[in-house]
């Protein structure tokens, strides 16, 4: 019985995460749509129903269970959230293993469950912080011990209670949730993770309101007016951060050590495993030392990076071409050619550009949908050519593309371009019947003439340096962080080319994607041939998600 229970709780979790995994991810410090917390979350529990699934639910014994799990969840976290998500998974399902071992009731397990999970989820971070789902984990681990155990559907309401009241309560530990209007997104997720476990041990639970995931609703209506008079304790949110995970074969005694060099270089940093296999979760701005340490404690695979002030939603158009990281059937045919180039397109109209330009294979993906190394490995086995030149196109990718390029057998080599604008630039001087080192230093050269720029909305209240930022502002950012803030989408990116123009520029790109209009791109435009007459405007539709401009000046 224990056993069905379990497996329902991971079920209902799923189908919990995956119904109000957007509105989770609206739950962003950052003021632009690239929240993906809900999104990890749903895929790591999706990962842990894909490892019970692997045996026969029917059949499969509480012992073999909680190890299907435990494996499931370590190996398919995803996010600092997910990464201590993995933990509470873990130590919910040994509580319920416990209490089945013991002939207690799933009640008990549970009780058992999350003050395990909490433990190991504090055990696993490396320097815990309030405010964030450790707290709301804590707070209902802490509720469980005073339990009656003779009530379940009692003790079920005063645990989903205790877990709301330490959910409300994270702006007041953590500034930076005050100051972006939110409640912690990983909390809001163990919320919705109460539900489960709720719906399980009452059949007839119905879920209770939510107004913090209410559609079109940043964070809980009061927020604004219990912090308005705070202040900023925490800086401008444009600071680039990135988020570096991967798992990594070590020995324990090796761990200690890579634990202290990440101490040095970054924070939010999570090292959870067993078995000599660990789960490792960082924010640093040194990507590089990051898997350095990772290489020379063992052996890192998986390596995954994002971009914390970046990320984007591009589940719709990645899946409805071509399904996730799929390469593209209709690149350039590469027959004869002496190299061969792959890229990362994240729009259906940047990958015909890229097609027009000459590239080999598409990968289709970008920030928070990004390709794998096996998607890269498979467009590299579909080309003719020896030599191959990857486009990432996206920091995120880079790391990605490098190892794809270890793992071929051809000569592989990453240009490691950030964007697509640097992607279209790198191509001006592309020749197929080039050797690639050839290719390499004159589209590397390319590159570094070209000054790239993005605009998108934001969709909350905020700051930066500038001053506030208002939920539907346009932001223009650049390299450096937020260059603009404006409520107007045109005077947003004008401000940005302001910046990025100089006597020397030729040429501006143009690239439109969802979010804009023929009259804006018409008024950029013109604003350029009047204030720099001498520079040629080159406009194309890309088709991105959420940006409706990108900008490019060589």
Known sequence: MSTKKLIEVIEFSVEFLGRFKDSVNRLNVYPVPDGDTGSNLSLTFQSVLQEIHASDRNSIDLEDCVSA????????????SGVIFSQIIRGFAEGVRLAGESDRDFLQGVVWGLQRGSELADKAVLKPVEGTILTVARRAADTARTLHMDDPIRSIYLLRESSVEALLETPRLLPILAE??????????????VDAVAKVLDPEWKQLDMPWLEPGVAGPNDLVELFEDRGSQFGDVSELKYEVMFLLEATDAAIDGFREVWAGIGDSIVVVGQNGLWNCHIHTDDIGASIEAGIEAGRPRSIRVTDLAEQVSEERWVVAAHGSGAPDPLGVSDEGALTA???????????????????????????????STSDLVAAIDELEAEQVIILPNNPNVIPVA???????????????????????????????????????????????????????????????????IAKGDFI??????????ESSLAEASKKMLQIFLFPGSEIVTVIEGEGSTQAVTREISEWIAVKWPHVEVEIHHGGQPLYPYLFGVE
């Open 180 to 193: 972006a209007n939110v409640v912690d997104a990983g909390g809001a997720g163990f919320v919705l993770f």
């Open 69 to 80: 799990i435990s494996k499931g969840a370590l190996m398919g976290a995803r996010g600092n």
């Open 341 to 371: 180039v792959v890229a990362v397109a994240n729009g259906e109209g940047v990958g015909r550009i890229f097609r027009s330009m000459g590239v080999n294979r598409i990968v289709m993906g970008g920030q928070s949908m990004n390709p």
């Open 476 to 485: 223009g950012i650049g390299r450096e962080g937020i260059l603009s803030v």
């Open 402 to 468: 490098q190892l794809a390029s270890e793992l071929s057998s051809r000569h592989v080599v990453v240009l490691p371009t950030r964007g697509v604008i640097e992607g279209f630039a790198a191509l001006m001087e592309f020749d197929p019947a080039a050797e690639v080192s050839e290719n390499m230093q004159t589209m590397s050269q390319s590159v570094e003439r070209v000054v790239a720029g993005e605009v998108t909305r934001a969709i909350r209240s905020s700051k930066w340096a500038g001053g506030r």
